[in-house]
């Protein structure tokens, strides 16, 4: 069974520094990976998708990277803003479940001003 | 473009009462999803649908939940009896189509309090 697991769980940093959430994964016959963005009270906002096939995706100051043989993923947030505060989920499909996403559990971060 | 729509937002019950959640997927969407969300956890499927027909409901406690989707478009998922163990938030979600590289677009989500 496949089980991911996000580290650290909670993370609270200034305004502007630059960080790196930690996604580990057991079973790394995955399709692809996914970061989401979880605001309190508020569904899930898809941030990256990364193919088995890719290494890294970038989308403005998010970078995510994907060691597959490895079973690690990383969300990297440049000059981070309060605005980044939030609850961020990666999730990964299995080749074998279709289109089940499995989730961690979460890193809830702050960023303080 | 309207998202995926979930009503009630927040819903307080008694334990042993009944309960049911509203959702409907961004219009197109084939595939539906019904997400459940413990406090501090990672979303777990509980049934996925590809039009009307449930393809995958491995993690659907029968014994006390059901879901329908009868005309392929929107979807309702009820409790019957509620339990304590059931408050959490449960998501709704939908994607173009069941290929794994479609992107999942999630609902607001309703958080249900059993009492």
């Known amino acids: 069974k496949q089980e991911v697991t996000q580290i650290p769980a909670a993370l609270s940093v200034p305004e502007g520094e630059n960080l790196v959430l930690n996604c580990s994964f057991t079973d790394s016959a995955i399709y692809n990976l996914q970061w989401f963005r979880q605001d309190p009270g508020k569904g899930l906002t898809s941030l990256l998708l990364?193919?088995?096939?890719?290494r890294e995706q970038t989308s403005g100051r998010l970078n995510a990277s994907l060691d597959k043989s490895s079973g690690r993923s990383t969300l990297y947030i440049a000059a981070s803003q309060p605005g980044d505060s939030a609850t961020y989920l990666c999730?990964?499909?299995?080749?074998?479940?279709?289109?089940?996403?499995?989730f961690g559990e979460g890193t809830q971060l702050t960023v303080n001003p | 473009e309207a998202g995926v729509v979930q009503s009630p937002r927040y819903k307080i019950i008694e334990k042993k009462q009944p309960v049911a959640f509203w959702c409907n997927p961004i219009?197109?969407?084939?595939?539906l999803y019904w997400y459940r969300q413990n406090l501090g956890q990672g979303p777990e499927l509980l049934i996925r649908?590809?039009?009307?027909?449930?393809?995958?409901d491995s993690q659907l406690p029968k014994d006390r939940f059901s879901a329908e989707r009868l005309k392929g478009v929107d979807s309702t998922l009820k409790i019957q009896p509620a339990e304590l163990g059931d408050s959490a938030v449960y998501l709704c979600?939908?994607?173009?189509?069941?290929?794994?590289?479609?992107?999942?677009?999630f609902g607001p989500g309703t958080r249900l309090t059993v009492t």
């Open positions: 649908y590809e039009n009307e027909e449930a393809v995958d």
């Open positions: 999730a990964v499909r299995q080749e074998t479940s279709g289109s089940r996403l499995t």
């Open positions: 979600a939908s994607s173009l189509g069941p290929a794994e590289n479609y992107e999942q677009y």
């Open positions: 219009s197109g969407h084939n595939t």
């Open positions: 990364i193919q088995s096939s890719q």
